[in-house]
């Protein structure tokens, strides 16, 4: 059973940066491509970032590019999300993704997703 367990969100105000990690266990994790996705109150889970399993390949939503960097450290199965520059519409809970193949066809499409951490909480104040 793939476990992923997020860490390192919080309260910041605008302008500061944040980086979470997602700890992932129970699988060869340096073989699978992960997510980050985020949820904000009143709206559906969106996608935010992605990277295939040797970080080569990236991929982030329009709204962060240029603010957020994904990456991976295979060795210590954990992936990052450093977020700068933050703005208070980045305010929500961030969920680390993992798919069930290595490979996925769509990096943004949450469907294809299997395994979910449990959210950390990032907050921006204006």
């Known amino acids: 059973q793939v476990q992923l367990v997020e860490s390192g969100g919080g309260l910041v105000q605008a302008g500061g940066s944040l980086r979470l990690s997602c700890a992932a266990s129970?699988?060869?994790?340096?073989?699978?491509?992960m997510g980050w996705f985020r949820q904000a109150p009143g709206k559906e889970r969106e996608f935010v970032s992605a990277?295939?399993?040797?970080?080569?390949?990236?991929y982030v939503v329009d709204s962060v590019k240029g603010r957020f960097t994904i990456s991976r450290d295979n060795a210590k199965n954990t992936v990052y999300l450093q977020m700068n520059s933050l703005k208070p519409e980045d305010t929500a809970v961030y969920y680390c993704?993992?798919?069930?193949?290595?490979?996925?066809?769509?990096?943004?499409?949450?469907?294809?997703?299997?395994?979910w951490g449990q959210g950390t909480q990032v907050t921006v104040s204006s």
């Open positions: 993704a993992a798919p069930t193949l290595p490979w996925l066809s769509a990096y943004s499409d949450a469907s294809q997703y299997r395994y």
């Open positions: 129970g699988r060869t994790f340096s073989s699978y491509a």
């Open positions: 990277l295939d399993w040797s970080g080569g390949r990236t």
